[in-house]
């Protein structure tokens, strides 16, 4: 599974429906600061379901969406789509006759937030259920950031263990029985 495609608009510095494209196993965003790198990743763990404005660098969850610059007008909403190309079936169950993943979030002034699977409204759940188990995810080890490696080496037993169990593939078992036994 791989990243093809992120489809940005109305978030952060992106106020024009904008298309990055990832062709390759190995890209890079390169740019002056201050041109949107970062904000690129937030986009990526936000459509993911992050949940604290806090890890996206702002104080609310409707900071993400454009708030104006000398000259633009702030917009009602911002919308982030990934594309995943999944031609191995490496997303399997249920996914695996999806060449395509697309999951996309769009959120406004409101604070409404929706999510969308192949272009068919869903509940946030059914977009980190996917993730789960695949090192891929809001908070994964997949998005190395600044801090991330001290924290990690810093980290008690019981957090490593969180990684080390997402990394093997066990955490979409630990958290469904959470949720049967919640039931
Ligand atoms: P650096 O190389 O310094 O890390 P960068 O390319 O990672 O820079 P970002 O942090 O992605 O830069 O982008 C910062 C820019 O995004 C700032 O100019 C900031 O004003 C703008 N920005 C962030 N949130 C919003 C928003 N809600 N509306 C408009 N612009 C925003
Ligand atoms: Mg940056």
């Given at each position: 599974m791989r990243l093809k495609t992120i489809k940005l608009a109305g978030f952060k510095s992106f106020v024009d429906p904008t298309s990055a494209h990832f062709p390759t196993n190995l890209s890079a965003v390169v740019g002056p600061n201050g041109c949107g790198k970062s904000n690129i990743i937030d986009a990526v763990r936000w459509v993911m379901g992050e949940s604290s404005?806090?890890?996206?660098?702002?104080e609310n969850m409707t900071d993400v969406i454009f708030n104006g610059s000398t000259g633009r007008k702030?917009?009602?909403?911002a919308s982030i789509e990934l594309v995943f190309d999944n031609a191995d079936g490496s997303l399997?169950?249920?996914?695996a006759q999806y060449a395509e993943i697309s999951i996309k979030r769009v959120v406004t002034r409101e604070a409404r937030s929706d999510y969308f699977l192949n272009g068919t409204r869903c509940?946030?759940?059914?977009?980190?259920?996917?993730?789960?188990?695949t090192g891929l995810?809001?908070?994964?080890?997949?998005?190395?950031?600044?801090?991330?490696?001290s924290r990690l080496i810093e980290s008690k037993p019981e957090e490593l263990r969180v990684y080390i169990e997402e990394a093997a593939g066990i955490s979409k078992y630990k958290e469904r029985r959470r949720e049967t036994e919640n039931r």
């Open positions: 404005a806090k890890n996206l660098r702002g702030p917009v009602g909403q399997g169950g249920e996914y509940r946030r759940k059914d977009i980190t259920d996917i993730f789960l188990g995810g809001p908070r994964s080890y997949a998005i190395i950031e600044q801090g991330m490696i």
